[in-house]
């Protein structure tokens, strides 16, 4: 009796939206081969994640069975697909799949990072099969927020996997291919054990809607602008740059793409042949000669990112543009959860000029790229999986998407991050959990969420920081009493002197106390002067900062 199973691995993107990883193995337990789908980041905050640049998917599980890696698969563009491809590689070192427009994208993140991009190889679609050890794989069109986003289909000698990517059921997406539901009919004829299936929308009730609905709205809301219109959305949303620079085309108004993401978008699109008849842009250079009611800009920014255009506008001048009263400011795009506080702070300050916002509050300027709970139960019918896997979305949406399989006869399991499932035997169930956690690009370097480096900073942030400096001298004296500096303090606490100067008093009292087994040993002297400082600060200004303490010693 063959001991080979079939397993199922999430390392992220399930229990949370972002950082896509996912590993199906084959084989012994211990011993399976396996391939990886999508190696995607997440995106820091000032809150959680202060400085940080980039976060990825911890994958020191991976790196340990980097013999046993066949292969990289990537279903779509993506930054929470892709991102993570060219930092990650290194410690993978493995071939990597993709679509046309897909493996350009990957190509240039190998590049950013140094890494060969030769390793990334560009396959046709269904029914093109890729051979990976015990893997066939072969990428099913299925229609999404940007082009190419492909279903996997994973045939394994225990049976077929459908692993859906990011979906929508749109049968007119306006650039990229429709979704063809007798083409996922047919894949899915012979059978399949699991369908491991997007859970983003599953708590919207409504049919989702096609993004060519959205086209007549954005065309009449541009025509009846008399300033100048700028329009932002995801850079990714081909389809919906391409209508948004039509409106204006059709408008008189010449368009301006403003952003390095959105530019390199369209390039690489128009490279890859997945976008045809683009209308003809200006350069921003040019523009300042265009009159503002002719102008028509598609910036980045959708999402309150501080570096992109449309917050760079929103503080005033970019590139020798200023919006001004009578203009349009458009957000054809939804908030990520989590980006509020950012696309606020870019509309007030807009208002604050006299800037009319509109954003998607209506549902006019804007389709999601995700499949709705009615779309992922057509999706249940039509695959009649064995196994539901609900993947991408937070652990409420797998849970709900668990419950949706059911309503819908299927037997669904909810697997988060971490947690390893058996997708062959009598009842598919968990059989392990792998430690999870995220890997933090901080500048130039990959640190670990347990480093204690965001830990710091967060600290530091919270409560501030003090340097208090010693000299001891060759007698084991301290030679002058100890200097502090303070940072992010108030300069003055209760007793309104100078908290620097209280600090440095009450480290003077307590040496001046000190026994000479302390004054001798450099670990002691640190601990009483960390804790002296911390009590005073709490006594002048109710925070206990964090301090360093440097102690110099002169020799003889």
Same mark, same amino acid.
Request: charged share 25%; hydrophobic share 40%; glycine share 10%.
């Given at each position: 009796?063959? #001991?080979?199973?079939?397993?199922?691995?999430? @390392?992220?993107?399930?229990?949370?939206?972002?950082?896509?990883?996912?590993?199906?193995? $084959?084989?012994?337990?211990?011993?399976?081969?396996?391939?990886?789908?999508?190696? !995607?980041?997440?995106?820091?905050?000032?809150?959680?994640?202060?400085?940080?640049?980039?976060?990825?998917?911890?994958?020191?599980?991976?790196?340990?069975?980097?013999?046993?890696?066949?292969?990289?698969?990537?279903? *779509?563009?993506?930054?929470? *697909?892709?991102?993570?491809?060219?930092?990650?590689?290194?410690?993978?070192?493995?071939?990597? $799949?993709?679509?046309?427009? #897909?493996?350009?994208?990957?190509?240039?993140?190998?590049?950013?990072?140094?890494?060969?991009?030769?390793?990334?190889?560009?396959?046709?679609?269904?029914?093109?099969?890729?051979?990976?050890?015990?893997?066939?794989?072969?990428?099913?069109?299925?229609? *999404?927020?940007?082009?190419?986003?492909?279903?996997?289909?994973?045939?394994?000698?225990?049976?077929?996997? @459908?692993?859906?990517?990011?979906?929508?059921?749109? /049968?007119?997406? !306006?650039?990229?291919?429709? $979704? +063809?539901?007798?083409?996922?009919?047919?894949?899915?004829?012979?059978?399949?054990?699991?369908?491991?299936?997007?859970?983003?929308?599953?708590?919207?009730?409504?049919?989702?809607?096609?993004?060519?609905?959205?086209?007549?709205?954005?065309?009449?809301?541009?025509?009846?602008?008399? &300033?100048?219109?700028?329009?932002?959305?995801?850079?990714?949303?081909?389809?919906?740059?391409?209508?948004?620079?039509?409106? &204006?085309?059709?408008?008189? /108004?010449?368009?301006?793409?403003? %952003?390095?993401?959105?530019?390199?978008?369209?390039?690489?699109?128009?490279?890859?042949?997945?976008?045809? +008849?683009?209308?003809?842009?200006?350069?921003?250079?040019?523009?300042?000669?265009?009159?503002?009611?002719?102008?028509?800009? @598609?910036?980045? %920014?959708? =999402?309150?990112?501080? /570096?992109?255009?449309?917050?760079?506008?929103?503080? &005033?001048?970019?590139?020798?543009?200023?919006?001004?009263?009578?203009?349009?400011?458009?957000?054809?795009?939804?908030?990520?959860? !989590?980006?509020?506080?950012?696309?606020?702070?870019?509309?007030?300050?807009?208002?604050?000029?006299?800037?009319?916002?509109?954003?998607?509050?209506?549902?006019?300027?804007?389709?999601?790229?995700?499949?709705?709970?009615?779309?992922?139960?057509?999706?249940?019918?039509?695959?009649?999986?064995?196994?539901?896997?609900?993947?991408?979305?937070?652990?409420?949406?797998?849970?709900?998407?668990?419950?949706?399989?059911? =309503?819908?006869?299927?037997?669904?399991?909810?697997?988060?991050? %971490?947690?390893?499932?058996?997708?062959? %035997?009598?009842?598919?169930?968990?059989?392990? $959990?792998?430690?999870?956690?995220?890997?933090?690009?901080?500048?130039?370097?990959?640190?670990?969420?347990?480093?204690?480096?965001?830990?710091? /900073?967060?600290?530091?942030?919270?409560?501030?920081?003090?340097?208090?400096?010693?000299?001891? +001298?060759?007698?084991? +004296?301290?030679?002058?009493?100890?200097?502090?500096?303070?940072? &992010?303090?108030?300069?003055?606490?209760?007793?309104?002197?100078?908290?620097?100067?209280?600090?440095?008093?009450?480290?003077?009292?307590?040496?001046?106390?000190?026994?000479?087994?302390?004054?001798?040993?450099?670990?002691?002297?640190?601990?009483?002067?960390?804790?002296?400082?911390?009590?005073?600060?709490?006594?002048?200004?109710?925070?206990?900062?964090?301090?360093?303490?440097?102690?110099?010693?002169?020799?003889?």
């Amino acid at each position: 009796m063959s #001991t080979d199973e079939v397993i199922y691995l999430p @390392l992220g993107g399930a229990g949370e939206i972002g950082m896509n990883c996912y590993v199906y193995g $084959y084989g012994p337990k211990d011993r399976e081969r396996l391939i990886v789908i999508d190696l !995607g980041v997440a995106f820091p905050d000032m809150d959680s994640t202060p400085g940080v640049d980039l976060i990825f998917p911890d994958i020191a599980w991976l790196e340990e069975r980097r013999d046993r890696i066949e292969a990289v698969f990537v279903t *779509h563009a993506h930054e929470d *697909h892709v991102g993570g491809v060219g930092r990650l590689w290194s410690r993978l070192k493995c071939p990597v $799949y993709a679509r046309p427009f #897909t493996a350009a994208v990957a190509r240039r993140k190998m590049i950013e990072a140094d890494a060969p991009e030769t390793e990334v190889t560009t396959v046709d679609p269904w029914p093109h099969m890729v051979k990976a050890g015990p893997f066939e794989v072969a990428y099913l069109p299925m229609s *999404h927020s940007i082009p190419e986003s492909s279903a996997l289909v994973i045939d394994t000698p225990k049976g077929r996997i @459908l692993h859906t990517g990011d979906f929508k059921l749109d /049968r007119e997406p !306006g650039v990229g291919e429709p $979704y +063809d539901p007798e083409l996922w009919a047919e894949v899915a004829a012979p059978g399949v054990l699991a369908l491991a299936c997007d859970s983003t929308n599953v708590f919207n009730p409504n049919p989702g809607r096609s993004e060519v609905l959205v086209g007549p709205e954005i065309r009449k809301l541009v025509e009846g602008c008399s &300033g100048m219109v700028v329009a932002t959305t995801f850079a990714s949303n081909i389809a919906r740059l391409k209508t948004l620079a039509e409106a &204006g085309r059709d408008a008189g /108004r010449s368009v301006v793409l403003l %952003g390095r993401a959105m530019r390199r978008m369209v390039q690489e699109a128009v490279e890859t042949g997945v976008l045809k +008849d683009f209308p003809s842009t200006v350069a921003v250079e040019d523009a300042s000669q265009i009159p503002r009611e002719n102008l028509m800009l @598609l910036v980045t %920014g959708s =999402q309150g990112e501080r /570096r992109a255009a449309s917050a760079q506008l929103a503080r &005033g001048k970019y590139l020798g543009i200023e919006m001004k009263p009578g203009d349009t400011f458009l957000f054809s795009s939804k908030i990520i959860p !989590g980006n509020e506080r950012g696309v606020f702070r870019i509309v007030n300050q807009f208002s604050e000029m006299g800037i009319d916002v509109i954003d998607d509050n209506s549902g006019l300027y804007h389709v999601s790229g995700h499949a709705n709970r009615p779309d992922l139960a057509e999706i249940h019918n039509l695959v009649r999986p064995q196994l539901v896997v609900p993947m991408h979305g937070e652990h409420r949406h797998l849970r709900e998407h668990v419950k949706l399989a059911a =309503q819908n006869g299927l037997k669904g399991i909810l697997a988060p991050n %971490g947690t390893m499932v058996q997708l062959t %035997g009598n009842e598919p169930k968990v059989v392990g $959990y792998v430690e999870t956690g995220r890997t933090y690009l901080d500048g130039s370097s990959l640190i670990g969420a347990m480093d204690g480096v965001v830990r710091d /900073r967060i600290r530091m942030a919270l409560n501030g920081h003090v340097l208090v400096t010693l000299i001891i +001298d060759e007698n084991d +004296d301290p030679l002058g009493e100890p200097w502090c500096e303070i940072m &992010g303090l108030p300069a003055n606490g209760r007793s309104r002197a100078p908290l620097a100067e209280v600090l440095e008093d009450d480290l003077a009292q307590v040496l001046g106390r000190a026994d000479d087994d302390v004054l001798i040993d450099d670990d002691k002297l640190t601990e009483i002067m960390r804790r002296t400082v911390r009590n005073s600060a709490q006594n002048e200004i109710g925070k206990k900062p964090e301090v360093t303490v440097v102690i110099s010693r002169l020799s003889e």
